[in-house]
C-alpha cells in the first residue's frame, strides 16, 4: 500500500512540499520535473522511432518513475542509528509520536509477534532511504494517570533495525484506526469510541513518549502453545496434578485461563508421576506364627544416644515369636553381640527346655562374623535374614526397640533423672512388658506362656519413688 501517496494526495490551491525535487510550492504529484520525463516517455512509446534521444527520454523517464514509486512510507523526522557517545537508553526504548510517519516503525524485532519477513523502503528526514526487514503487531501496557491500563495490540508494525527511534504513526491512528487525539498543556490522549486507550506526555523538547512499555513476544509465550490443550498437557502444566482436581477446576469455571480444546483422553500411566510418587504397598501382618517356644527368634540391635552409667552404647533385643516374651542385655560394643546371643541362648533352652530352631535378624554387620555364623551352623539354627531396607519383615524386634525408647524417654522425663540412667530404667521396663498383655498373644501374658505360670507384679513401685532400705545393726 502506497501510504506516501495516501497522505500526501494533491489538490488544486494548495501548497506543500514535494517529496521528489523538494521544492515547497508544490505537491509530488504535480511536480514538473517528475512529468516532464514522463511526457518525452510517453512520446517515444507512441512514435516509431528508436533515435538516441528518444531511448535516452524514454530511459529517464522511467528511472522517473521507478523513483516516484519506490519511497513508499516516511519515517517523519526520525533518522538512521549510528552507536556513538551520544546515544541514550531512551531513545531505543521509548515511543515517540511522529506525526509525518505514516507507519508505526520500531528497530527491536522481540518485540514484535506474527513476524512477517517485509521489505519497504522508508524515506528518512534527510532525504536518505532505509529498509525495512519485517512487519508485525506489538502489545503495548499503558499507563493511564499512572496506572495500569489494558494492552493494546497496535498492528502494522515496521521492523527497520537501522531506526534510531521507535516511531507511533499519529495520523495512521486518526485516519485508518477512527482514533480521536487530544492535547492539552503536557499530555496528549488516544481515545477510540470514546475511551481513553493510552496516553503520551510531551518533554521540553516538545516530542511526546507513551506512558507504558512494550510487552515482548517471549512475554507473550505463554499464550502460544505448539501441543493441543488436553487434560494431558495441563497435567503436566500443573506440576503432575491429580486429573480429579483439574477436572473441578474446569467444571466450577474457578481459575481463569484453563481452556481444554482436545476430547482426547489421558494416558492412564504417567512416567513422571511414578517416578516420584510410587511407594511400596504396605506389608500385611503375618498369618504365620511359631507353634512352639524357640521355633522362631527375632533379634534387632539398637543404638543409645548417650552411655549409660555402666558405660553401656547399645542394647540388643531377643523375642519369641510364640509367646513375644522378650530379653534385652546392654552392650558396651556391636561386636559384644556374639557373645550376648549365646547368653540369651543358654538362658531361653534352660528355662524352656525347648532348643532354637530359627533366628531372624537383619544383615548388621554384629550378625555377619564369621564366628557367629559358624556358631549357628554348629548348634543347627536356620538363619533367617531380612531384605535390604525392610524392616517390616522383622517387625516385632523393630517396633519394640522404638517403642522402648519412646517408654524409657517418658519414665526418665517423670523421674527427673539424668539421660545416662536408661540400662536401669530398660531394665525394669522390660520386666514390666513381659507381665502386660499384648495384643500378639491374646488373653494371657508372655510371662506366663514363657514360665507356665502367672507373674506376681505385687512387689512393683512407680519407678524411681522414695524407697527405704532396711540395714541390719551388724552391718
Avoid at 121 to 126: R, T
Avoid at 199 to 209: R, S
Avoid at 412 to 423: I, N, T, V, Y
Wanted: aromatic letters at 10%.
Amino acid at each position: 500500500m502506497n501510504r506516501a501517496k495516501a497522505y500526501h494526495a494533491s489538490s488544486s490551491g494548495r501548497s506543500g512540499s514535494c517529496n521528489y525535487c523538494k521544492k515547497s510550492d508544490h505537491w509530488k504529484s504535480d511536480c514538473p520535473d517528475l512529468k516532464e520525463p514522463q511526457k518525452k516517455y510517453s512520446g517515444s512509446r507512441a512514435g516509431s522511432g528508436n533515435g538516441n534521444e528518444n531511448r535516452s527520454g524514454g530511459s529517464q523517464a522511467k528511472k522517473a518513475e521507478e523513483k516516484a514509486e519506490i519511497v513508499t512510507e516516511s519515517a517523519g523526522n526520525a533518522s538512521a542509528f549510528y552507536f556513538n557517545a551520544h546515544s541514550t537508553s531512551s531513545n531505543i526504548v521509548k515511543w515517540n509520536t511522529d506525526t509525518g510517519a505514516t507507519s508505526h516503525m520500531t528497530l527491536h524485532w522481540h518485540w514484535i509477534r506474527n513476524y512477517t519477513p517485509y521489505r519497504v523502503p522508508i524515506c528518512l528526514a534527510d532525504n536518505r532511504v532505509i529498509y525495512s526487514e519485517g512487519v508485525g503487531t506489538i502489545v503495548f501496557h499503558p499507563l493511564v494517570n499512572k496506572k495500569d491500563s489494558r494492552d493494546v495490540e497496535l498492528t502494522q508494525i515496521l521492523h527497520i533495525p537501522a531506526l534510531q527511534n521507535n516511531l507511533l504513526a499519529v495520523l495512521y491512528l486518526t485516519r485508518q484506526k477512527q482514533f480521536d487525539v487530544h492535547i492539552s498543556f503536557d499530555t496528549m490522549s488516544f481515545s477510540c469510541s470514546s475511551s481513553v486507550l493510552f496516553t503520551a506526555t510531551i518533554d521540553d523538547n516538545n516530542i511526546g513518549y507513551l506512558n507504558g512499555t512494550i510487552l515482548s513476544s517471549s512475554e507473550q509465550m505463554h499464550m502460544l502453545s505448539t501441543l493441543p490443550l488436553d487434560l494431558s498437557l495441563w497435567h503436566k502444566r500443573l506440576c503432575h496434578h491429580n486429573y480429579g482436581d483439574i477436572k473441578i477446576l474446569i467444571k466450577d469455571n474457578l481459575v481463569e485461563g484453563l481452556v481444554i480444546d482436545s476430547a482426547a483422553k489421558p494416558d492412564p500411566v504417567c512416567e513422571p508421576c511414578l517416578a516420584g510418587k510410587m511407594h511400596a504397598n504396605p506389608f500385611l501382618s503375618s498369618d504365620t506364627r511359631a507353634t512352639e517356644l524357640l521355633g522362631l527368634v527375632h533379634s534387632d540391635l539398637h543404638s543409645a544416644e548417650t552411655p549409660s552409667n555402666g558405660r553401656f552404647i547399645y542394647w540388643i533385643t531377643f523375642i519369641d515369636d510364640l509367646s513375644r516374651f522378650k530379653v534385652v542385655l546392654p552392650l558396651k560394643k556391636k561386636s559384644d553381640s556374639f557373645d550376648a546371643f549365646k547368653t540369651f541362648k543358654a538362658y531361653a533352652e534352660n528355662v524352656t527346655g525347648m532348643t532354637l530352631k530359627f533366628f531372624r535378624c537383619d544383615k548388621g554387620g554384629e550378625y555377619m562374623s564369621k564366628e557367629f555364623i559358624d556358631y549357628l551352623d554348629e548348634c543347627g539354627i536356620t538363619k533367617q535374614y531380612t531384605t535390604r531396607n525392610c524392616p517390616q519383615q522383622n517387625g516385632g524386634a523393630e517396633h519394640a526397640n522404638r517403642t522402648l525408647e519412646e517408654q524409657i524417654t517418658a519414665m526418665l522425663a517423670e523421674s527427673g533423672l539424668p539421660k545416662r540412667f536408661w540400662s536401669d530404667c530398660l531394665a525394669f521396663l522390660v520386666k514390666v512388658w513381659n507381665c502386660c498383655l499384648s495384643s500378639a498373644v491374646p488373653g494371657t501374658t508372655p510371662y506366663h506362656l514363657w514360665h507356665k505360670k502367672r507373674p506376681d507384679i505385687g512387689h512393683f513401685r512407680v519407678w524411681r519413688c522414695l524407697a527405704y532400705v532396711h540395714i541390719q545393726k551388724d552391718k
